[in-house]
Nanobody
Framework: QVRLVESGGGQAQPGGSLSLSCAAVGASRSSNAMGWYRQAPGKQREVAAAIANDGTTNYGEAVKGRFTITRDNDKNTIYLQMSSLRPEDTAVYYC??????????WGPGTQVTVSS
């Protein structure tokens, strides 16, 4: 069983920055991918950014050039640096973890609000 421990988020003004982190507790050392998905009210969940343990990254079109995802494989932890935030970035952000060995898991979600 993998438990995802999320931290960060909160409120920022447009143009500001926030960061998120997520630790996968109990994860195996197998090849895996972790990422952040987000869901705004009334909208479908969408990928913000994802990263495999070989460093390969994938970003949603809406955040490219503004968000950066990194990871520490020794800690099974990922980090999301969000810059140039926009009101449309307001959403609940969910950490995800997937591996063939462990399956797929989701964190409880953390709120990010961008407003003036």
């Amino acid at each position: 069983q993998v438990r995802l421990v999320e931290s960060g988020g909160g409120q920022a003004q447009p143009g500001g920055s926030l960061s998120l982190s997520c630790a996968a507790v109990g994860a195996s050392r197998s090849s895996n991918a972790m990422g952040w998905y987000r869901q705004a009210p009334g909208k479908q969940r969408e990928v913000a950014a994802a990263i495999a343990n070989d460093g390969t990254t994938n970003y949603g079109e809406a955040v490219k050039g503004r968000f950066t995802i990194t990871r520490d494989n020794d800690k099974n932890t990922i980090y999301l640096q969000m810059s140039s935030l926009r009101p449309e970035d307001t959403a609940v952000y969910y950490c995800s973890y997937y591996s063939d060995a462990d399956g797929i898991f989701w964190g409880p979600g953390t709120q990010v609000t961008v407003s003036s």
